[in-house]
């Protein structure tokens, strides 16, 4: 199991890297458009922007899940490997309640959106609200993770 998430964890990286790469082709287009006349200026450059910017934003939000730098707070002193266990448990059950709400409203969400088309580029809209959903799950098996790594440093006593 943990070669599988591993892989999701690498393709969410490249999936992100992708998309802030492609995010600077539609950006620059704006720019150069804006203050030149050496490229018309194309409306679908910004809903292209909105768009990517919104799988980014959610792509690092899964990421940051997996890599302990999402929702943390550095306010406590460097515990035991025990106590910093149980504080990231405590931690995980505050991000779980956002996650379930990210599936639960993510998915109303998508249904609401699932026969409209963006406005410029006749993208369909589900494309876009299933990324909240997505990131809901994404966060559960992460969390679910994590939780099983702490509550074995928090039984066992191991090291982190």
């Given at each position: ?13 490249w ?53 302990n ?9 460097e ?30 969400f ?51």
């Amino acid at each position: 199991m943990k070669k599988v998430i591993d892989g999701y964890h690498h393709l969410l990286t490249w999936l992100m890297v992708a998309t802030v790469a492609i995010l600077l082709i539609p950006v620059t287009m704006q720019i150069i458009a804006r203050f030149t006349a050496l490229i018309p200026a194309y409306i679908w450059t910004e809903e292209a922007s909105r768009f990517l910017f919104i799988w980014m934003v959610m792509l690092g939000a899964m990421i940051g899940i997996r890599e302990n730098t999402h929702f943390e707070v550095d306010v406590w002193p460097e515990l035991k490997p025990r106590a910093n266990a149980l504080l990231r448990i405590v931690s995980s059950v505050f991000v779980l309640v956002f996650a379930l709400v990210f599936i639960w409203w993510g998915i109303e969400f998508t249904r609401f959106g699932w026969n409209q088309t963006s406005e410029i580029a006749d993208l369909p809209m589900w494309l876009i609200f299933i990324a909240w959903p997505m990131t809901g799950f994404t966060w559960l098996l992460f969390l679910g993770e994590g939780f099983v790594h702490n509550l074995r440093v928090v039984v066992n006593g191991a090291p982190e």
